[in-house]
């Protein structure tokens, strides 16, 4: 596992100490695995929305409408 030395903001410090001292995580580097995580998951659904919602722009107009069963 690579080793990283990061600097942080003294409100974001006591955030990840209060995350770890009630016990939601047991280290420090355990909650940032975590955070980096959840944010590549989030950034992955955006991309596969972005990429339904071009599919669905180039895919051109209908005169269909949802009541046209």
């Known amino acids: 596992m690579a080793r990283q030395s990061i600097s942080l903001t003294e409100p974001n410090d006591e955030w990840l ?31 596969w929305i972005r990429a339904k919602l071009t599919k ?6 209908t ?3 949802k009541d046209g069963f």
């Not at 980096?36 to 950034?43: E, F, G, K, L, S």
């Open 56 to 61: 669905a722009e180039n895919s051109g107009f």
């Open 17 to 47: 100490k209060s995350q770890v001292d009630s016990k939601e995580y047991s280290s420090k580097s355990e909650l940032v695995n975590d955070l980096i995580r959840q944010a590549r998951n989030q950034q992955a659904q955006l991309y």
């Open 63 to 65: 005169t269909d409408s």
